[in-house]
């Protein structure tokens, strides 16, 4: 497939079914495969090595994702729904052994115990028991759903310990060494909140700050699930959580919805030194629908919408007093879903992240889409605006004496814009983090950095998933000095998440190598681990695992390093 050009990326319009275009692209090689089941690996099996995999390696890295898309004859509907499996590449000595297991969550337990599918997902309904009677079965069409404990987004890290998590209230603690699943955590029992974000964020004193909604009635925290029945309005929070035992987690601050029916969807959130940044963003969740999905026979999906008529809105939290900052930084609508780094400087705080200028995506990515081939993919792929990497500058000392009417940013070479508007407002306009070629290789998503020592702190790489398809096919590493970028691409490959892993005593923020597992939907079982020198970018080797494995989303890597 040749890649678009950059006048392939303007937004036309289809007159017939007045449906936007965002690229022209044809010929989109099927990738259906990359959206099918496959068996677990439980036990460690060997990997062809090809290249060098470097010596001080040593460690184990860890994927999840989606693994299984069928429960008896019942089929999920969504990407997001499949079963998680997890994924153990263990480097050692520049050898790679490689196993897998599904998480033994209470809803792969019952889904599989049942041979149907027994607890909805984001975008599946649960079927009803056909053991019940046709009254039985209706009723069920009232109950409130449940959340699901199908935790197949990522892998987290809290003091040591390895646990994987989604966006519901439930994480799974998992042994990094067997992926055995160890110890089901309800965040529910420590703090109210009904779901967290599957991102948190680690202070260097290992303190970890996470945001997770809040439904209350009358203003108090409840839960929402069990207060459906009651006829005052829900309001919607937005709490902060910080912890450094999962036991001893507090909320550092409550933030009110602006609209209480329709709270903001979001999938992470930004953090400096000293703030939390919460995005409020127009993808939007219709609470009626979402409690009334089993009525309707309608998914959580099916309550998630765009509003492009809304602005973004930038919240400010200090950490250290929980305080939220009077001041609302604006911005016209975008969506994101990862950010990529955030830290304070000469009175601003510099933002950047990986956003779009449409929130539609979420809801196309449905398997039956993912596995359409022809013009019906290349339809599907073109219909979905392309996201890019933005830099915000928000100036943190503004007040009642703060003119109006003139770009605050002050910093040199930004082309980033901060205006005051009216009192506690300022609307910002973003600086685009990339050149023109970055729009050939479809945008950028998936971002890292190397975390462990730039986290909140002035940066100058990131690397990402360039996305000419509906998964990423290519892998970057962008250079904001002079905003270059190096890539490496293979045709009918699929690279994942590319993963930051440092040299030991690395004195440079580029010293080390980058690990992606790429995927090869139309060759049988030749995925592979690939190693890439983070400096050059060059290959230095690639393990070679004889099963498929499905394109996952997001992992992390276990050192067992000495220093």
Known sequence: ???????????????????????????????????????????????????????????????NGPGKFEIGNNKFNHWFDGMALLHQFKIAGGQVTYKSRFLGSDCYTANSENSRIVVSEFGTVAMPDPCKNFFQRFLSRFELPKASDNDNVSFVTYKGDYYVSTETNFMHKVDPETLETKEKVDWSKFIAVNGATAHPHTDPDGTTYNMGNSYSAKGNLTNYRLRMTKHKPLKPEICLQKWETLEGAT????????????????????????????????????????????????????????????????????????????????????????????WEEDGFLVMDLCAADDGKAINNYIVQNMRK??????????????????????????????????????????TATATKTAKDKVFCTHEDLHGEELHTYGGLEFPQINYAKYNTKPYRYFYGCGFRHLVGDTLIKMDLQGKKMKVWEHPGLYPSEPVFVPLPGATEEDDGVIMSVVITPNKDKSTFLLVLDAKTFKELGRAEVPVNIPYGFHGTFNSTMTH
């Open 1 to 63: 497939m040749s890649p678009p050009s950059s006048t392939d990326l303007k937004k036309t319009k289809s007159k017939k079914n007045k449906v936007h275009h965002y690229t022209d692209v044809h010929g989109l090689p099927c990738i259906e495969k990359i959206v099918a089941s496959v068996d677990e690996t439980p036990e460690a099996i060997s990997t062809n090595i090809s290249g060098t995999i470097p010596e001080w390696i040593s460690g184990n890295f860890l994927r």
């Open 373 to 414: 081939s022809g013009e019906a993919l290349d339809e599907v792929y073109n219909t979905m605006c392309r996201v890019f990497p933005r830099r915000f500058v928000l100036p943190l000392n503004v007040d009642k004496e703060t003119p109006c009417g003139q770009n605050l940013n002050t910093r040199p070479d930004s």
């Open 251 to 342: 909320v550092v601050c409550s933030i009110p919805s602006m609209d209480k029916a329709r709270p903001s969807y979001y999938h992470s959130f930004a953090m400096s030194e000293n703030y939390v940044v919460f995005i409020e963003q127009p993808i939007k969740m219709d609470l009626l629908k979402i409690v009334t999905g089993n009525l309707r026979g309608k998914g959580f999906s099916d309550g998630v919408y765009w509003d492009p008529k809304l602005q973004t809105i930038f919240h400010l939290i200090n950490k250290q007093t929980g305080k939220l900052n009077s001041v609302k930084y604006h911005a016209k609508a975008l969506s994101t879903f990862h950010q990529i780094n955030t």
